[in-house]
């Protein structure tokens, strides 16, 4: 009987882990192209931005969490622009194939769980607004506000020698 118990344990916890990393590969899949926006909503304290992250997939709560990757990623190298009262950020990299030049970095980096989430946090309780969720197709769009600590991802990207400092030069 005890065996039973045992095997039916087991096989619960092998399945539930299962379902986790099938959602992670679905996220990581979803990530693999980049689609994502961002937009400005205001400015933080001294070094973080407050941004609204519109990530796309085909189930929302793979769209939520993608949001913290997506931000951090749009941060180095897109930036966006600014709206009344916030200024907008440049990306970080200057080189357009700085991510496939440096891959070594950036693949753990961008990892599930990689350092990406030092920089970065939902500023709210991970609940969307309505008018933040929409049906596109048979996917979703999902707007989700993140905090990101650009200053600390700027810092660690120049001591990592993956971006320049300000005070290099040009």
């Given at each position: 009987?005890?065996?039973?118990?045992?095997?039916?344990?087991?096989?619960?916890?092998?399945?539930?882990?299962?379902?986790?990393?099938?959602?992670?590969?679905?996220?990581?899949?979803?990530?693999?192209?980049?689609?994502?926006?961002?937009?400005?909503v205001q400015t933080g304290v001294q070094?973080?931005?407050?941004?609204?992250?519109?990530?796309?997939?085909?189930?929302p709560e793979v769209a939520m969490e993608q949001a913290k990757k997506n931000a951090i990623h749009g941060i180095i190298?897109?930036?966006?622009?600014?709206?009344?009262?916030?200024?907008?950020?440049?990306p970080l990299a200057n080189s357009l194939n700085l991510e496939d030049e440096k891959e070594d970095f950036f693949k753990p980096f961008f990892n599930e769980g990689g350092d990406y989430m030092k920089y970065v946090s939902l500023s709210n309780?991970?609940?969307?607004?309505?008018?933040?969720?929409?049906?596109?197709?048979?996917?979703?769009?999902?707007?989700?506000?993140?905090?990101v600590n650009i200053t600390d991802l700027r810092k660690d990207l120049e001591k990592a020698n993956i971006i320049k400092s300000l005070s290099s030069g040009f």
């Open positions: 009987m005890k065996n039973i118990k045992f095997i039916a344990a087991l096989f619960l916890l092998l399945s539930f882990v299962n379902i986790s990393l099938a959602q992670s590969r679905k996220a990581d899949k979803d990530t693999k192209a980049w689609r994502y926006e961002i937009e400005a070094g973080t931005y407050l941004i609204k992250v519109w990530s796309y997939s085909k189930k190298f897109k930036g966006f622009t600014g709206i009344s009262g916030v200024p907008g950020q440049s309780d991970g609940s969307v607004a309505a008018e933040d969720r929409m049906k596109i197709g048979k996917e979703y769009k999902i707007g989700v506000i993140v905090a």
